[in-house]
């Protein structure tokens, strides 16, 4: 007979977490979801959390979307599997397709379909080389990424990520002579800008500091440039004033292509369809996840534009293929819930409804602001940050040792509101369906919290 054992345990005796001390795993027991309804999940104690941070920025529909049930239901039931290699493909991946093309903020021709965040910008990244090849421009092939940026875990994705944690002992950005990964700085005006240095001033700063490192590293050698729109995991950062618009005023002078990284962007978050829209991003190359299905399966999307496309059909013309595609990419079942989703934004007006709430939800961060361990707020849509501060008056951050964020998500959850702990920042991105009792009832816990961190 074996032992009853709960999942806590069993878990921590089997399970090789993500993004977890390992060693402090059986000392720190996990905390266990059994369910979810609207923007709540429920612990196996009965314990009822508002999920502030829609899982992993993804579930914007909540925690129990009956109609997307029901597509991944039906569409187990009709094809539950097939492939998208050597002409294959299936009614919703066809639909998918032709749906995301007509939402895109600029005109894409073509969608590629993978499962993760990070296989979108590592598929991103190989169609950046494959393209220069294709035009018979071999050299160009570095990508240029920001410090502090966060675009996944693969090879490629975690190196052109900007955050040492996903660096360190993982022996990336890759190493290849020369560098394909490199990296500029952070757009965090209330870090790094000089004292008095306007947003504009400090974009266009940032601006000529990527000039220069094009023309350091020679403009010929340089392939793209890749951003969130707003920076999330690096802590919520929205970008200063002007800074895309003189960042792609560059990348066009050296003819460098741009890929946004809408994972968590895309799909209303910002109060647009993609962040592209909210910041003026004209991007060459498109990648997106989560929200695209509100996290209920896996899936992820490459819009690339007509430019990227031809040049890469045409070589796989002559190489006889492009060699590149996941068993589950265009999945039926994952872009039947895709496609679904899309219809739910629509058919509930969620960009309204993220935009009708914008206004209270900054309002509700800026509350926060005048605390004495609070130094900055930011946000936009329904994505926000707040960060802590250990003397705010001469902005010196809290020691390492401190996990401010970590403590005050900590208090939070006691409260019972899930947020998200970056360094000394908690970031919150709640479900996009979030009414505005709900948000006062999430801004109360925080306040709870915030008191007793005090
Ligand atoms: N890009 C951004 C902006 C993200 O926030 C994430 C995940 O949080 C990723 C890429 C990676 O996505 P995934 O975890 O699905 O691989």
Redesign the pocket.
């Known amino acids: 007979m074996t032992e009853h054992r709960s999942t806590a345990d069993k878990d921590v005796a089997t399970h090789l977490h993500s993004y977890t001390n390992l060693a402090a795993l059986p000392q720190t027991p996990p905390l266990v979801i059994v369910q979810g309804d609207g923007i709540h999940v429920v612990d196996d104690q009965g314990r009822r959390y508002v999920e502030g941070m829609s899982g ?2 993804c579930a914007s529909l909540g925690f129990s979307n009956q109609r997307l049930a029901d597509a991944g239901a039906k569409a187990l039931q009709t094809l539950p599997y097939y492939h998208t290699f050597n002409q294959r493909t299936n009614v919703a991946v066809a639909d998918l397709a032709e749906r995301l093309l007509a939402l895109a903020p600029v005109p894409m021709a073509r969608v590629f379909f993978a499962n ?6 590592d598929s991103a990244a190989k169609m950046v080389w494959y393209y220069h090849n294709a035009i018979g421009k071999p050299a160009k092939k570095k990508i240029i990424a920001r410090r502090n940026a ?5 090879v490629a ?1 975690a190196s052109m990520g900007g955050l040492d944690g996903n660096h360190r002992d993982f022996d990336l950005p890759l190493a290849t002579a020369p560098a394909r990964f490199l990296h500029v700085d952070c757009p965090h005006h209330y870090r790094y800008a000089e004292p008095g240095e306007t947003e504009q001033d400090f974009s266009s700063r940032l601006a000529a500091q990527l000039e220069e490192r094009i023309l350091a590293e020679g403009p010929e050698t340089v392939a793209a440039f890749i951003a ?1 729109p707003v920076m ?2 690096g802590g919520v950062l929205v970008p200063p004033a002007g800074y895309f618009e003189k960042v792609q005023a560059v990348l066009r002078k050296y003819d460098v292509l741009m890929i946004a ?1 809408e ?2 962007c895309g799909f209303g978050r910002t109060g647009n369809m993609f962040g592209s829209t909210t910041f003026g991003i004209q991007p060459d190359i498109l ?1 997106c ?2 929200a695209l299905s509100s996290g209920y399966v896996p899936i ?1 999307a490459v819009m690339v534009n007509d430019k990227v496309h031809s040049a890469i059909a045409a070589h796989s013309g002559k190489l006889g293929s492009f060699g590149h595609g996941y068993t589950y990419s265009g999945h039926p079942v994952a872009c039947a819930v895709a496609l679904e989703t899309l219809k739910v934004y629509e058919d509930q007006h969620i960009l309204e409804h993220v935009r009708a709430l914008a206004p209270a939800f900054l309002a509700g961060l800026q509350a926060f602001a005048d605390q004495p361990c609070v130094g900055n707020v930011r946000g936009v849509g329904l994505i926000g940050a707040i960060e802590l501060m250990a003397d705010k008056t001469t902005r010196t951050p809290f020691a390492a040792e401190h996990k401010a964020g970590y403590r005050l998500a900590q208090l939070a959850l006691e409260e019972g509101l899930i947020v998200r702990a970056m360094g000394d920042s908690i970031g919150l991105c709640p479900p996009l369906i979030i009414t505005r009792t709900e948000l006062d009832d999430l801004f109360a816990r925080l306040a709870r919290a915030m008191e007793r961190f005090q």
């Open positions: 992993l920025w993760s965040g990070s296989e979108a910008n966060y675009h996944g875990v693969t994705a969130e999330g995991a990284d994972v968590i990648t996840a989560k992820s």
